[in-house]
């Protein structure tokens, strides 16, 4: 039997199948080529029916795993990531991957089996209320429980995770829907077509005020945020950056949406930014902020934020302005289309004093940077990072864990193109790193992909490396192994009078870890060994892991104390020296 040919059938004829077969049936629709799941009694009619279509499913470890691997394919992508589980546990586990990508905006659909309809609310064998429980942290829910209603409510949760601001859906469906029988018909289960909300229409008055801010402006800044690159905005950003003249400050997640060499990139703001970017943004009398949420990392307290600039806010989410900041221009709609809008009204500015003045304050800022320090038998992060970004030429996916080594990526990597860093910023998950490269790979396949984890974060979803040898892809792992939770122990140290309380770790010896599931590694304990290691991990056919041991108590510089102003980063205690020399930019 012809199963490709009769898949694809299903989607232009008509025909009764199970509700099993038309889960696939709809995912095939929607272009889906790979999920990522596990299975389990409530889900299992669904696996029964996979054998029947074209679509590649990765057997997880744990389902926090799929769902950060359906996520990682997504951010890498632009697409639609897939989790499939069971009910109970299944899909509890399933829970932080989806508020992950929840609090990052980012398309994803994740299917679960539940008990049959009859015995739901009666505390059946692994029943719980996932659409309950997932309320909060997915953008909608359906509960299925027919057959028949299969189609449209997947085809709805495809529109809904796609449209207006992205985020996860989740459809759970019942036992006995997936072993009932419905007609398939794929045209007639589309959903409405999406009808963006009335608010999201932009008034030409706006387009007019924003022009004629831009026009008077001695000191603007443009914010490029994550829905640069989720709009696909990255031209229309460079050439309103480029036309007025304008630099350009970047949210963690907005790093690669404005290439990192522009000359107008000044790098990232916020609460490991460049002091620099913040002391500009205080001192700026315009704000533009492009498809960016003005996050408490990013704004330190907001009594004293930018108090001198009017503000325009270009953002999808009517909900998102005057939320933390209050703005003077709203334009609510597709950044891309705003933009697009705008440019027509935007036309050259001389940028240059409020550029060098920006470029003055430089000097006595830099002093958070160690990578030009002399190879003194310690091994720093930054290092690390900052070789992996030579060696690579910039050319690859990293996709990062949460702590330390995290910023320390976002400071000293430097990203070209959007889609390049992979990082959970707003729940900051850890454990999501090594799952979501995996995603991540399978969305690129020809991609080099590197993992940055921490030794903790790392070990809380490791079991993903047998994911990687039973799919048999290649990533390579860098695990920045400082013997402590880094970034809660520098907490400790500025903060909590250095009482290191539970944050020394112990870890498993990360290459014999990697070694008992097939995957060579080396350890590296020297900056003279780096180069070497990365490229041994570069050419080796498949996944390889490089187990940094670096410098125990470093610390992220500069820093905003929490609920302090942007203005009040500490930096880098004793300057020399660890000033940093231009050309090394
Ligand atoms: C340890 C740690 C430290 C951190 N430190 C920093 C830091 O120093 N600096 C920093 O910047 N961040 C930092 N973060 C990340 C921070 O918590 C936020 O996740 C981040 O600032 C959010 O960036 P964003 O607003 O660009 O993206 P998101 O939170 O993803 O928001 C994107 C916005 O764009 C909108 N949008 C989406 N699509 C479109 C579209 N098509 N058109 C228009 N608008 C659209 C969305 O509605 C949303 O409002 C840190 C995180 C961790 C874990
Ligand atoms: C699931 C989860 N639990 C706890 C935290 C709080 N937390 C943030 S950073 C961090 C330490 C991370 O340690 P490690 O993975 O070793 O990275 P490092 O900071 O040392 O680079 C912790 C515990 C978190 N972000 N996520
Ligand atoms: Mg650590």
Not at 77 to 103: C, E, Q, R
Not at 247 to 275: D, I, R, W
Not at 358 to 365: H, N, V
Request: glycine share 8%; charged share 20%; proline share 5%.
């Amino acid at each position: 039997m012809d199963t490709n040919a009769n898949a694809t059938a299903h989607l232009t004829t008509p025909t009764r199948l199970t509700g099993s077969e038309i889960v696939w049936a709809t995912l095939v629709g929607e272009g889906v080529s790979t999920v990522f799941g596990y299975p389990g009694g409530a889900i299992l009619p669904v696996y029964d029916a996979l054998r029947k279509f074209p679509i590649h499913h990765v057997l997880v470890r744990h389902e926090q795993g799929a769902s950060h691997m359906a996520d990682g394919y997504a951010r890498a992508s632009g697409k639609v990531g897939v989790a499939i589980a069971t009910s109970g546990p299944g899909a509890t586990n399933l829970v932080t991957g989806i508020a992950t990508a929840m609090l990052d905006s980012i398309p994803m659909v994740c299917i679960t089996g539940n008990v049959s309809s009859k015995i739901l609310g009666t505390d059946a064998f692994q029943e719980v209320d996932i659409t309950g429980i997932t309320l909060p942290v997915t953008k909608h829910n359906f509960l299925v429980n027919r057959a028949e209603d299969i189609a449209a409510a997947i085809r709805s949760a495809f529109q809904i995770a796609t449209s207006g601001r992205p985020g996860p859906v989740l459809v759970d469906i019942t036992k006995d829907a997936q072993q009932g029988s419905a007609i398939f018909d794929f045209a007639a289960a589309k959903p409405r077509p999406y009808r963006p909300h009335p608010m999201l229409r932009v008034e030409d008055d706006s387009l007019s005020q924003a022009a004629e801010l831009i026009r008077n402006a001695k000191r603007p800044i443009i914010f490029v945020g994550h829905g640069v690159s989720e709009s696909g905005a990255m031209e229309q950003v460079r050439t309103l950056a480029e036309r007025a003249q304008i630099p350009v400050a970047l949210t963690l997640l907005g790093l690669g949406a404005f290439p990192a060499s522009h000359p107008l990139n000044l790098g990232m703001m916020g609460m490991h930014g460049e002091c620099w970017v913040n002391d500009a943004i205080q001192d700026a009398d315009l704000i533009i902020a492009c498809g960016m949420r003005f996050d408490d990392r990013v704004t330190g307290t907001l009594a004293t934020y930018a108090q001198k600039a009017k503000k325009i806010h270009i953002e999808v989410d009517p909900a998102e302005i005057n939320k933390n900041v209050k703005v003077d221009v709203a334009l609510i709609g597709d950044l891309r289309e705003v933009l697009e809008q705008l440019l027509p009204r935007i036309s050259g500015r001389d940028g240059s004093a409020w550029l060098k003045t920006i470029d003055a304050s430089k000097g006595a800022s830099a002093v958070r940077d160690i990578k030009n320090l002399p190879d003194s038998g310690h091994l720093y992060a930054a290092h690390v990072v900052h070789d992996l970004w030579r060696i690579t030429g910039g050319n690859a996916i990293v996709v990062t864990d949460v702590g330390q080594h995290q910023m320390w990526e976002a400071q000293y990597f430097h990203h070209e193109h959007p889609r390049t860093l992979i990082t959970s910023g707003g729940l900051g998950t850890m454990g999501f790193a090594l799952p979501a490269a995996i995603g991540a790979k399978f969305a690129c396949p020809d991609k080099e992909v590197w993992v940055i984890a921490g030794d903790g974060g790392f070990q809380m979803t490791a079991a993903e490396l047998s994911t990687i040898v039973q799919e048999n892809i290649k990533i390579n792992i860098a695990v920045i192994n400082n013997g402590f939770l880094g970034m809660v122990r520098q907490w400790q140290e500025f903060f909590y009078e250095r009482n290191y309380e539970s944050t020394p770790l112990i870890s498993p010896d990360f290459v014999k870890l990697a070694d008992a599931h097939g995957i060579p590694g080396v350890a590296v304990r020297t900056r003279a060994e780096v180069a070497s290691a990365v490229e041994e991990a570069r050419s080796a056919p498949g996944a390889f892991l490089l187990n940094f041991l670096v410098e125990k108590e470093e610390s992220v510089y500069p820093m905003i104390p929490v609920g302090a102003s942007l203005s009040e980063m500490i930096r880098r205690p004793g300057h020399d020296p660890l000033l940093e020399s231009p050309e090394d930019q």
